[in-house]
Structure formats: structure tokens, C-alpha cells
């Protein structure tokens, strides 16, 4: 089968779906690229487990400025004939930059609520002249406007480097830093 029609395929599991790529990742291959005939490990979806799924994708979309993406027309018909249902659809949701340049948000129905602290997080960073403060707190504001919660502001040295970012944590609560 030629590369560029396995990367188009619906990649399905018992834990998850990892839905085609749009246009801008025609090429790729689900589980990384061959670079002179050798496999290369590469990212593919960060996943996070959520209450309402395509309501978190809508707000990660919108921090990144990616448009919405849904289960909609022949790929909607697909997965339902597939043996999925509306319901299993609505458990689902996706983050995904068209150009293929930025991360790619996967987003999972969770079985329970979350407790406790992440074990890990995004650092999300503002493009921005060094020293320009405005625009990160003009972002901490815009973020904040969308759902996100502003946890608190660290400014600090780590050995000969200062720092500043927003602690911050997204409608379902999971933690994220903006730099």
C-alpha cells in the first residue's frame, strides 16, 4: 500500500482513534516516518482524558487559533459505519493545526473525574519581543476570557536565568504554563 494512503487511514484501537490527518499531514504515517528506510519516532497526539471532549477541543483550538475540527461528512459516515455510534463521536475530540506545524490535541472521554495534579503539562509559549511583558499578560487575559483559570504568576531565577510565566489550568482543570 503506498505511504501516503496508510497515513489516510482511520487507525482504530480499544483505547483510541487516531482520525486522519487533514491535508497538512498527507504523507505522514501514524506511527512515524521513514528516513532512509529506517523508522523515526516522532509525536503524534497528546492526549488528554476529559469530561466533555469536543467542548476541551474547542478551547485548545482556540488557544492555538486552529479551527474547529469535527466528525463531520464522509469521515463521520465512515466511523459510523464502522459500528460507532453518535455517542461514541461525542466522546471524542481534536486540536489540530491545518499546516501540520503545531501539536496535535487528542481529547478522550475519561471514566472518572480528576483528581490531583498532572504529571505533566504543556508550556505554551507567546511569540513576543524578549522583555515584552504586555503581550504575555495581553495572552494570560485572552486565555483567561476563553475558560482557562489563572493559577499565579512566577517570576523567578533558575541559576543565571529569570523567569516569568502564568501558571494556569484549562476548563477541565488540567495544568498548562504560558511563557
Known sequence: ????????????????????????????????????GKSMITLG?????????PALARFWSDVFGYPYREFDGPLRQQL??????????????????????GPRLFFHHASEAKSGRNRIHLDINVVREP???????AEKDRLVSLGAELVRLVEQTWGP???????????????FCLQ
Open 1 to 36: 500500500m503506498p505511504l501516503r494512503k496508510r497515513s489516510e487511514q482511520l487507525v482504530h484501537s480499544t483505547t483510541r482513534a487516531s482520525v486522519p490527518r487533514t491535508t497538512a499531514g498527507v504523507g505522514r504515517l501514524p506511527y512515524g516516518d521513514l528516513v532512509e
Open 45 to 53: 497526539n497528546i492526549t488528554f482524558y476529559a469530561d466533555d471532549p
Open 80 to 101: 459510523l459505519d464502522s459500528g460507532l455510534t453518535e455517542e461514541d463521536l461525542a466522546k471524542r475530540g481534536l486540536a489540530e493545526d491545518p499546516e501540520g506545524r
Open 131 to 137: 522583555g515584552d511583558e504586555a503581550a504575555l499578560d
Open 161 to 175: 536565568w529569570p523567569e516569568r510565566y502564568y501558571q494556569m489550568r484549562d476548563p477541565e482543570g488540567n495544568e
